[in-house]
């Protein structure tokens, strides 16, 4: 890839959470390394914010940022200093030239980058990951992938076509927009599978930001893959396949149709399976993550094993009845809930959150509600089994890390520094679970009062900050 002279954006990404990673690992038989005190280092780190935020929430975990860009690197040191960040570092160093200690990171992101670098960055990439990451640590790389990328290739190439050598990065990405709206409407057969395939790749860019068509479509290197050539390119260095960072991506939660079709054609292995689902899917993004080969998954899921884990709502509730509730899961599909069980956890999330609630916790509250007194003895297993089935459906995550919030409100209200400062330019702020919230004009700046100094007299804005798990006291 070569270099772009303009950032990616201050983007934080809640499936590249090591307390995300960690969740998803003990549910297929490892022991993760605790996320608390967990070493992270991110590979790629464009302006640093994703690990920013994440240093935020877990104080007592070390974080490192690399990335070959110096515009990136020097804006995530200026957050640093501005935010009084200490467990975190950043360094201007390319992938190719990185080096630690064998087994010196827990934890290993790579959001973004695999599909943008060379073939032979793709290898240092890997094999900092053999080398660096603990015997239980977990890596997640987020990649482009084919069958999907087939169609998003031609606007690529339409955008490149228009984008002027030498000029700025955000003078060729208005140069390859204003070229592709000029184009699109001149098309010679729009209702031909091409001007479909255009129509549908390339009209949503128009309006896209500079950054995100200079880095995701103008770049030199863009590498999408097949899912069984990157599982294989991880094999080489000895590392294995675990699973998707969401839950409900992977093929092993999946029911219904979807199911039937991978048992009948796919046979019993994970790779296998996991190709066929994005031949039948279109997949164009995987979230991908990895562990040493050596490390024991085990396949066969035992629901009880998330039991030491917290649950985190990510639904958004959109009606209450008494019976059913309507609900938007966290990647936006809406529908109605009203299963027993699954409506009173929701209830009990409403309740005790925005803090992860510990899975142990509903399980007296099930028992009670649900009349279950007589097979109370098997509570875990059932509770369990329900938590499983909501984060599968996207209502809530589990999570095995335990990030400090604060609501109701103190009189003096403290936000977390990075969400205070990201205020101060969008409203688009990262709470302390790693989630990024859209805040109202009122809302944002509000945010950026909250330094625990002032007395802030309760309004709807602080009781949304403080719902949506933004203060720390
Ligand atoms: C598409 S951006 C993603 C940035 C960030 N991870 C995100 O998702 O917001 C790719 C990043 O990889 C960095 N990068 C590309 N090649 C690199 C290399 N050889 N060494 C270090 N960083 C590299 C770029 O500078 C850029 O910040």
New binding site residues.
Partial sequence: ?T?TDIA??D?T?QDSHPGQLAAIATLLGLTPPPVDTARVL?????TGF?ILAMSQALPNAHFTG????PV?IERAQSAVAAIGATNIEFLC????DYSAASGSFDYIIA???YS??SAA?RDALMAIIERCLSPNGVAYISYNTYPGWHSRIVAREIFTFFAQPGASSAERARQSRDGAARLLPAITNPDSLYGQTLQAEVAPLLNAPDYYIA??YLVEDNFPTYFRDFAAHAGRFNLQYLAESRLLANSFVLGGDLRRALDENAGSDILRREQYLDFLIGCYFRQSLLCHAAAPVNREVEPERILPLSVSLTAEILEVTPDAWRIRSHIGAEFTVDDKPIVKILELLRQLGPAPVPAQAFIQPIIDALGMHSVAALGGTIIAGILLAGWSRGLWILRADTPVLVNPPSPKPLACPLARLQARQSNRCTNRLHRTITLAPDEQALLQQLDGTREIEPSPALARLAAEGFLIA
């Fill in positions: 890839m270099e990616y954006g983007l990404f991110e590979l790629g780190c464009g994703n690399i990335d070959y860009s990136q160093q390319s992938i190719l959001h973004g980058v943008w670098i960055t880095h995701e």
